[in-house]
């Protein structure tokens, strides 16, 4: 199974080595890791190139990227709750709290949509090796359609026969509007919340195209993590049962649904 969490493993060097001693001391002990930039090509390739090296194959892959695309101001933040309070009707009270410059949501889409992207691509020929491929794609509540009020971009993602090469046209959309409110678009971590709603549309499409892969996405909950400021409402190992439950699931399972946590739910 390959997992990575770009969060913990590439933004802070050094994490790797803290993680695989914690499970050599919980028992498990056959864990490899390797370095991942998953905005690098190069180094999504040298990952692709090790795995069929060493294994030949890859049965699941876990995709886990997470950039929030904008600026916090950490005490504030805690103060209002957390990320219980990022609604958009709080989006005035917050403005001071969080700021979302172009930049930072640039690079949120890079990382949690085009980079996942990537790396699934480069990863898919050594999945077509296994009986029994598995593909979990992690996102957000944040991505729910709810949040979008603009209704020809729902429409768009919610259709069945929804292209990549569309899907990629509407992330360019989104990052030309400078208008955010009045055009639809979600007001609070509007950047993040758009690139886990195209992660979900994403994993639709996969499904579509690898009906034997079984392939999901899944919202693992409010988790105390570093992206949550460790405001969240769940250990991390709470957090990892519905990503878990996903690659562990028998052949003939679900693909192409949205799971909260551990249970199905609705894209909208």
């Not at 370095?35 to 999504?44: G, N, Y």
């Not at 993040?192 to 994993?203: D, E, L, R």
Request: glycine share 6%; net charge neutral; proline share 5%.
């Amino acid at each position: 199974m390959l997992f990575y969490n770009l969060r913990n493993l590439y933004t802070k060097p050094g994490r790797h080595n803290e993680a695989i001693e914690n499970l050599k001391e919980s028992g498990i002990s056959n864990v490899v890791f390797h370095q991942l930039d998953i905005k690098d090509p190069t180094s999504i390739a040298s990952l692709a190139s090790f795995i069929k090296t060493r294994f030949g194959k890859l049965d699941i892959l876990v995709n886990n990227a997470a950039d929030l695309g904008v600026v916090i101001d950490p005490g504030p933040f805690r103060a209002f709750g957390g990320f219980n309070f990022v609604l958009d009707e709080n989006a005035k009270a917050v403005k001071d709290v969080i700021d979302e410059p172009y930049d930072k949501a640039e690079e949120c889409l890079k990382t949690n949509y085009y980079g996942t992207k990537r790396v699934t691509e480069a990863i898919l020929p050594l999945l077509q090796f296994s009986n029994s491929a598995k593909i979990v794609n992690v996102s957000s509540v944040y991505g729910l359609l709810s949040y979008i009020s603009n209704d020809k971009v729902k429409a768009q993602l919610r259709d069945i026969d929804l292209t990549i090469e569309k899907l990629d046209d509407l992330v360019q959309y989104f990052l030309k509007e400078d208008k955010l409110e009045c055009n639809g678009w979600p007001m609070l971590i509007s950047a993040y919340k758009i690139s886990k709603a195209v992660v979900n549309a994403y994993t639709r499409i996969l499904a579509r195209k690898y009906p034997k892969f079984c392939i999901n996405c899944v919202h693992p909950g409010y988790v105390k993590t570093d992206i949550t400021l460790n405001t969240g409402e769940l250990m991390p190992e709470e957090g990892a049962r519905g990503p878990v439950m996903l690659a562990l699931l028998p052949d003939g399972g679900p693909s192409g649904s949205y799971f909260n946590q551990t249970k199905i739910f609705s894209f909208d």
